[in-house]
């Protein structure tokens, strides 16, 4: 049923830049989806240059009524996107994918009737149906069975926003996500809605088939970012960090799912040269562990785990935050909003 006629009952917002290759398999498998009630797809273009905007717009006229476009040109990167594309979507329930992924079967159907129950949804991951054809790609899938507890963070749960539903008003209340960050603004995002009261819960029947990176440059580069993204996050949580640890959880680790224990005193005078050495020898350790593990590879997947770790390692270990950035507090309810503009 069409959603340009009746206000829809869900919006299904896709962040997409130079998407055109990938994305016609997504809008496939929410054509076939076809619920009786209205609905939208906001297709959020951030300034492609491929075709992307073009595609989406023959697919509208054609053959998907309740597909629309929107110029998210104006401010980049997915989660200005997404804010713009939220934004325009008309549903009081918002459901997020991304333009490289395809949605299962009966995946509208499952996020409606989760949001139904719930505030704020998010489904598993499956890895294999697009990977087939993979030579180098990693060989495992996060957030296949359940939600994602960070070891330095153990009192909240976060998931990916490729495959997350949101009732609107709880986005609108958060301020939608945080336009500063490259990477791991949908670990962000959980952590600001369940800090205002709402629980993120896990619904097994939402399944979304998750394109992996292959390539091994490709897959370093994820990787650095992802953990450059988990630096900032630490940064930007250190008030709950510190509550973590005072609780007497675990301190963090140093692999590709945390980071090292947080609240080190910032260097002082002196301090920058040792740190530096300090630094080299974690990276020289970290390299060692990869070289030893190298020589166990057996089929390329190996190869890319392997790569992963380092570079995610070393994401952490080189990322920049920049010291500007705002801290999370809930002494200051005005540090839990993000950047949806209207």
Same mark, same amino acid.
């Given at each position: 049923?069409?959603?340009?006629?009746?206000?829809?009952?869900?919006?299904?917002?896709?962040? #997409?830049?130079?998407?055109?290759?990938?994305?016609?398999?997504?809008? @496939?498998?929410?054509?076939?989806?076809?619920? /009786?009630?209205?609905?939208?797809?906001?297709?959020? =273009?951030?300034?492609?240059?491929?075709? /992307?905007?073009?595609?989406?717009?023959?697919?509208? $006229?054609?053959?998907?009524?309740?597909?629309?476009?929107?110029?998210?040109?104006?401010?980049?990167?997915?989660? $200005? +996107?997404?804010?713009?594309?939220?934004? +325009?979507?008309? $549903?009081?329930?918002?459901?997020?994918?991304?333009?490289?992924?395809?949605?299962?079967? *009966?995946?509208?159907?499952?996020?409606?009737?989760?949001? =139904?129950?719930?505030?704020?949804?998010?489904?598993?991951?499956?890895? #294999?149906?697009?990977?087939?054809?993979?030579?180098?790609? %990693?060989?495992? /899938?996060?957030?296949?069975?359940?939600?994602?507890?960070?070891?330095?963070?153990?009192?909240?749960?976060?998931?990916?926003?490729?495959?997350?539903? %949101?009732?609107?008003?709880?986005?609108?209340?958060?301020?939608?996500?945080? @336009?500063?960050?490259?990477?791991?603004? &949908?670990?962000?995002?959980?952590?600001?809605?369940?800090?205002?009261?709402?629980?993120?819960?896990?619904?097994?029947?939402?399944?979304?088939? %998750?394109?992996?990176?292959? *390539?091994?440059?490709?897959?370093?580069?994820?990787?650095?970012?992802?953990?450059?993204?988990?630096?900032?996050?630490?940064?930007?949580?250190?008030?709950?960090?510190?509550?973590?640890?005072?609780?007497?959880?675990?301190?963090?680790?140093?692999?590709?799912?945390?980071?090292? !224990?947080?609240?080190?005193?910032?260097?002082?005078?002196?301090?920058?040269?040792?740190?530096?050495?300090?630094?080299?020898?974690?990276?020289?350790?970290?390299?060692?562990?990869?070289?030893?593990?190298?020589?166990?590879?057996?089929?390329?997947?190996?190869?890319? =785990?392997?790569?992963?770790?380092?570079?995610?390692?070393?994401?952490?270990?080189?990322?920049?935050? =920049?010291? !500007? /950035?705002?801290?999370?507090?809930?002494?200051?309810?005005?540090?839990?909003?993000? &950047?949806?503009?209207?």
């Amino acid at each position: 049923m069409s959603g340009t006629g009746a206000v829809p009952e869900l919006s299904v917002v896709i962040p #997409a830049y130079d998407a055109a290759e990938t994305l016609p398999t997504q809008l @496939e498998a929410l054509l076939a989806q076809r619920p /009786t009630w209205p609905w939208e797809v906001v297709v959020a =273009d951030n300034g492609s240059t491929d075709g /992307t905007a073009d595609l989406v717009r023959s697919w509208a $006229a054609t053959r998907m009524p309740e597909l629309r476009l929107v110029d998210a040109s104006a401010r980049r990167g997915p989660s $200005a +996107a997404r804010n713009i594309g939220v934004a +325009a979507a008309r $549903a009081p329930r918002v459901a997020f994918c991304d333009a490289d992924d395809r949605v299962g079967d *009966g995946w509208v159907t499952a996020m409606r009737r989760a949001l =139904d129950a719930h505030e704020f949804v998010a489904g598993p991951f499956e890895g #294999a149906l697009l990977n087939q054809g993979s030579r180098s790609a %990693v060989s495992w /899938t996060a957030q296949a069975h359940g939600l994602t507890v960070k070891p330095f963070l153990p009192q909240f749960v976060t998931a990916g926003s490729g495959n997350m539903g %949101v009732r609107t008003s709880v986005f609108e209340e958060v301020g939608g996500f945080d @336009e500063g960050a490259r990477t791991a603004e &949908d670990d962000d995002f959980c952590l600001r809605v369940q800090l205002r009261g709402h629980a993120l819960v896990f619904d097994p029947e939402i399944v979304l088939h %998750v394109r992996r990176r292959d *390539g091994l440059w490709d897959v370093c580069k994820q990787a650095f970012s992802y953990g450059a993204g988990e630096r900032r996050l630490m940064h930007r949580y250190a008030e709950f960090v510190a509550e973590a640890r005072a609780d007497g959880s675990d301190a963090p680790g140093t692999g590709p799912d945390a980071g090292p !224990a947080a609240g080190r005193p910032a260097p002082g005078p002196g301090g920058t040269v040792r740190r530096a050495v300090s630094l080299l020898r974690r990276v020289g350790r970290v390299a060692g562990r990869a070289a030893r593990k190298a020589t166990t590879v057996r089929h390329p997947g190996d190869l890319s =785990d392997v790569a992963w770790r380092v570079c995610w390692s070393l994401g952490w270990r080189l990322g920049r935050v =920049d010291p !500007a /950035t705002p801290q999370v507090s809930r002494s200051r309810p005005d540090s839990l909003q993000g &950047d949806l503009r209207r």
